[in-house]
């Protein structure tokens, strides 16, 4: 894939564009209604997971098939601390059913909310870096590398369901009260985690901006385009790879953290198969490979999908699978790819970059090949 | 261990299903050589480049480079940070990094991971403003590596080696499918990296190969066949032999 270069007055014009979104994310508790609001917080927690997974797809080549366990552990840390917050002095409803008598030595620090949040972010980040690291380091790449994802996937939804008593099983955890002390409840209180839901995903998008403007970002994307000639040249894959998987892997576990504390329920049914594939469909939709891309791929694909569910609630998975296979024959770049090419097109017609490359017939005779090949 | 010896084979074999791609090969190289290593289809050259490089483990035999490392023992990546470089017979070039961004990456190959965050040092980006003037590609810094012409590609790669200056040099077949002035200037910058350091050349090309080599190594079904000055090697029967039913050396 080679990305033509815009002339540089244009692209100083699009750096310009996050911030104009981010004016318009601030103002949107003006103009939204409470639902409409706690419905965009949530899509943006999905952003965050969708800057992570084009950080390791987009840039580094790896298609990562189970994004939804490290959004999953990330809301189960947040949601250990919430139930512990809402059952005051007694152990958490779920343990009581399932006979636990009293609470299990993990689960004490999570009394501690900001024990939980750094937890909600530590543990899927380094989840992530050890298994991208073994998977990495036995030089796995490709396809393989999403089955084993996908594998793990599985497993997780499997051990959580299984620990009916530590997790609360098939309903996961709900029935939260207060953060902080405040009311969950109160719409003050939702509108104060909008703007931090904002903030992380500012904060995530300039992270995930300024590793892949560094030399680490060359190094992530030549080791997807070529792992073996970067071995050669003396870098050790492994552990750039497994880096940027790390980082995902903590993005997915703060939107995690971010989503329970919007949506008041974790299940384990959030982090399977089904919805770490939705993620994928984020980033495809968007355009890998631009962070920007990912972020609006995701607020258009969900906006698209409660639009459809609202309007049409029994054939909207249709019209859904209609817009997916559409954008990926019409648009196979995603809508920052389309974006791209049209703007190539206008400005490279206004202005022929220096650089096309022109074909030169730099031996008109032909008559090298008569040469050089008397031994082979 | 011998002293002297850039690199020092000995006793190497290696097989792919049975079949013995080299035979107990003994091969050396000395300090600041070129050598040529040239054979028939199947002698096992690239086999040779693979091992010396660490991409393909040996069944049994020794390997030292520079008289201490046991190049068994260390993975690609090692190797090459202790001066083992090597160009591709095919350019393998990575397609949507620039020019520039991929000779950074070159230059910095030794550097710790935590400088990866941070900004290139001043003789850093002297060294790759200096190779993009040899290469002569600075006009087309910030051109995508993908859309460069073939021969354009193999300077670049050349680049990359530049700015590395490893102690040993695999160049695998650097001519295969140039035109004859990219031919010319591709000789030209080998011999301008050749100095001071060790060449190992794999290449078909006899014309190029007598316009350059002094020392000839010839491989066949893998094991040494001879070596020797390229005039002495042309005329051994041996190797007119191993070539025989394919197109003779006209000068021979």
Redesign the interface.
């Known amino acids: 894939?080679?990305?033509?270069?815009v002339p540089t007055k244009e692209i100083l014009a699009f750096r310009f564009l996050p911030v104009i979104a981010m004016l318009g994310l601030l103002a949107a508790p003006l103009v939204l209604s409470d639902f409409r609001l706690s419905l965009l917080a949530k899509f943006l927690t999905y952003a965050i997971v969708a800057l992570g997974l084009d950080l390791i797809w987009g840039y580094g080549g790896m298609l990562s098939l189970g994004h939804g366990v490290f959004f999953g552990l990330g809301a189960y840390g947040m949601a250990m601390y919430l139930k512990l917050e809402a059952s005051g002095n007694r152990l958490p409803d779920f343990m009581g059913w399932s006979g636990v008598d009293s609470l299990p030595w993990f689960w004490v620090p999570f009394h501690n909310p900001v024990f939980a949040i750094l937890m909600a972010i530590f543990i899927p980040a380094l989840l992530a870096t050890l298994l991208g690291y073994l998977v990495f380091r036995s030089r796995i790449q490709g396809v393989y590398f999403s089955i084993i994802t996908q594998a793990m996937a599985l497993i997780m939804v499997t051990l959580f369901i299984g620990q009916q008593p530590l997790t609360g099983g098939t309903n996961g955890m709900t029935n939260f009260s207060t953060v902080f002390g405040f009311s969950l409840a109160d719409t003050g209180v939702q509108v104060v985690l909008y703007f931090v839901t904002v903030a992380c995903l500012a904060l995530a998008y300039l992270l995930c901006r300024w590793?892949m403007h560094?030399?680490?970002g060359?190094?992530l994307?030549?080791s997807r385009?070529?792992e073996?000639?970067?071995?050669?040249?003396?870098?050790?894959p492994a552990?750039i790879k497994s880096l940027a998987f790390g980082v995902s892997g903590g993005l997915a576990g703060l939107a995690g953290a971010l989503f329970v504390l919007q949506v008041g329920l974790i299940t384990p049914s959030a982090m399977g198969i089904v919805p770490s594939i939705e993620m994928v469909i984020w980033v495809a939709v968007g355009g890998r490979g631009t962070l920007w891309g990912a972020v609006l791929g995701t607020l258009l694909v969900n906006y698209g999908k409660s639009t459809f569910s609202e309007t049409f609630p029994e054939i909207w998975q249709y019209f859904f699978g209609a817009l997916f296979i559409g954008a990926v024959l019409l648009f196979p770049g995603g809508i920052a790819g389309f974006v791209r090419n049209m703007l190539d097109r206008v400005f490279v017609k206004a202005s022929p970059p220096k650089?096309i490359?022109v074909?030169?017939d730099?031996?008109p005779s032909g008559?090298?090949l008569e040469?050089?090949?008397?031994?082979? | 261990m011998e002293k002297g010896k850039i690199l020092d084979l000995q006793a190497i074999s290696v097989s792919f299903d049975g079949f013995k791609v080299l035979d107990k090969l003994d091969f050396s190289l000395d300090y600041e050589e070129l050598r040529f290593l040239?054979g028939?289809?199947g002698a096992g050259k690239t086999t040779l480049l693979d091992i010396i490089?660490g991409?393909t483990p040996a069944l049994a035999g020794k390997a030292i480079f520079n008289g201490k490392v046991n190049i068994s023992s260390q993975?690609?990546?090692k190797l090459?940070?202790l001066g083992i470089?090597?160009k591709?017979q095919t350019p393998?070039?990575?397609?949507?990094?620039s020019v520039y961004?991929?000779l950074?990456?070159?230059v910095?190959?030794?550097d710790r991971?935590g400088?990866?965050?941070?900004k290139?040092k001043t003789e850093q980006v002297e060294c790759i403003k200096e190779t993009l003037e040899k290469i002569g590609l600075t006009r087309?810094a910030?051109?995508?590596a993908?859309?460069?012409?073939h021969?354009e590609k193999q300077w670049l790669e050349i680049g990359?080696l530049l700015a590395?200056q490893p102690q040993l040099l695999l160049l695998d077949e650097p001519?295969a499918g140039?035109?004859?002035?990219?031919?010319d200037k591709t000789g030209e910058l080998l011999q301008a990296i050749s100095k001071n350091r060790t060449v190992l050349v794999v290449e078909?090309?006899?014309?190029?190969v007598r316009q350059f080599a002094n020392q000839v190594t010839v491989l066949h079904q893998g094991q040494k066949l001879c070596e020797g000055p390229v005039q002495e090697v042309q005329q051994d029967p041996r190797v007119i032999e191993a070539?025989i039913g394919?197109?003779?050396?006209?000068a021979a």
């Open positions: 894939m080679v990305k033509a270069k590793l560094s030399r680490y060359r190094l994307v030549a385009e070529d073996n000639r970067l071995r050669f040249m003396g870098y050790n552990p650089e490359p074909p030169v730099r031996n008559k090298e040469s050089g090949v008397e031994v082979t | 040239i028939p289809n490089t991409k993975s690609e990546h090459a940070r470089g090597r591709f393998s070039v990575f397609g949507s990094l961004e991929t950074e990456i070159a910095g190959f030794r991971p400088r990866f965050f941070q290139l087309k910030r051109t995508p993908g859309i460069l012409s021969g990359m590395q001519v140039m035109t004859r002035q990219e031919r078909h090309d006899m014309q190029f070539y394919r197109k003779r050396e006209k």
